[in-house]
């Protein structure tokens, strides 16, 4: 594959899976231009690459196993500078725009779960991954995955007014 060419792969990647992994990773972050910042990145690493992406089976599960990663590497950052900086200081949460009224809840219920509950319900629903998938693009058990998305089902349940609701009629 000629340079060109594969110039040409790698802008019809970012012409194709672009917005569907920052919606995913903005899923785990809740911030949107840090979840564009981060696929950004995980873009320059492949490009970066002495072939790009060409000795890649499948170049958007790629790039995002390189976003998640980059996103779990700065939150290991931010907690240690948290750590080191704002030991004593109250923090002061910095005013943001708001979401559509019809993300608010979503957004605010995903925000409030651990990280680790987060990663599996994004990676699952957003990114549509089976459970299988997710386990190995994390490096943990299936069953851990199974577990923290069944915790994270019940939180969000209890966070977002008329899931259950919703849940209990379609059944019936």
């Known amino acids: 594959m000629t340079r060109d060419q594969g110039d ?10 672009y917005r569907r992994l920052v919606a995913q990773v903005y899923a785990f972050t809740t911030d949107l231009t840090e979840a564009q910042d981060v ?7 492949a490009l970066a690459r002495p072939r790009g992406l060409a000795d890649v089976d499948n170049p958007e599960a790629w790039l995002r196993t390189v976003a998640v990663n980059v996103v779990r590497r700065r939150w290991r950052r931010r ?13 002061v949460r910095m005013v943001e725009p708001a979401p559509g009224p019809e993300r608010a809840d979503l957004r605010d219920a995903l925000a409030a779960l651990p990280p680790s509950f987060r990663e599996v319900v994004v990676l699952h629903y957003y990114a549509d991954l089976p459970v299988d998938e997710v386990a190995a693009l994390l490096g943990v058990p299936t069953g851990t995955v199974k577990s923290r998305l ?5 939180a969000l349940a209890g966070k977002l007014d008329g899931y259950r609701t919703e849940v209990t009629r379609a059944r019936s």
């Open 8 to 17: 040409r792969a790698m802008e019809e990647l970012y012409h194709a899976c």
């Open 39 to 45: 696929v950004q990145e995980a873009f320059a690493r």
């Open 79 to 91: 907690k240690l500078l948290d750590a080191i900086l704002l030991r004593d200081r109250p923090i």
């Open 150 to 154: 069944s915790r994270a089902r019940t």
